[in-house]
């Protein structure tokens, strides 16, 4: 028979999957925020957040939610082939496939959006924009500057790309929309909510606030370390389950398996 943890191993695969999007107070804010960014007349808006701080889920979000309203168009993670990216992009603009064995005349595409200017105003979200090249970079100001394609960048923020998003778009990107990890209420509800989305309601419950407080503690709110370590912790109980089930209580959460996910992801020392 299946152990019950398993389904709930299962809701923290690091996943972007839309219809799980949750409203944490931290996300709602981002999003509005983005939101009202996008309706002004800006030519860049950069996303920013250090990994798993719910950049591509927001953005995904927003798209998902505008797609009926906008002109609005998700670029996910690049590829390493700048042909595929000016493919898309040409798609995006003329609303027509680019011809087999031809190549983007990219200073005619920025001619072509003057003539747009005032009469459609296209939204680009860019995923994970700290892998474009600086060439790239580059032409897409170029595209911002006919005002008819506003970008929003998502960027990560490290300690040398804090560098690349100063020196590259410093005055180029009219507002900043930054992403943070979430404080105890929202990792609560975050891990919360996806336990109750797949009406695991008995193990949502035995996780309380002394649990929470000990995960923040390991994760620092970051949500792809939460889904990582409660993804662990689950495999733990899945394991004893199946093998020592004297081992585990399914009443009371164990602050051990906890820390025996944390050592396991090398969060804790011994
Ligand atoms: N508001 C949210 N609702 C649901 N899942 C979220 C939310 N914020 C973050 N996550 C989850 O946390 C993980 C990391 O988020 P992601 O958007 O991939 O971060 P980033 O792009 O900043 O690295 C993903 O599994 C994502 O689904
Ligand atoms: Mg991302």
Redesign the pocket.
Known sequence: MESRYNPAKNVFI????ID???K?DS?LHAYDQLLHSIEKPLKMILVF?R????????LNHLYQKQKYQKDIHYFETPMTNEKEFYQKLFKVITGEELPPHTQVNFSTLVEYCRTLRGKRDIIILLDEAQMYSKEMMERIRLLSDTRSIKFVVSLHKTENEDLIAKEHFQSRIWEVVE?KNGNRSDIQN?IHKKLLKKNLFEIANVIQKSHIRLICKLTKGN??ET?KLLFTIFELYEYYDRNDPSKINHNRFSNKIIEMAALKLGYLHV
Request: aromatic share 14%; proline share 4%; no cysteine.
């Open positions: 690091d996943s972007i999957d799980d999007y949750i944490l996300s957040g990994p798993g701080t719910g950049k591509s889920i927001l992403l975050y949500y792809r889904n």
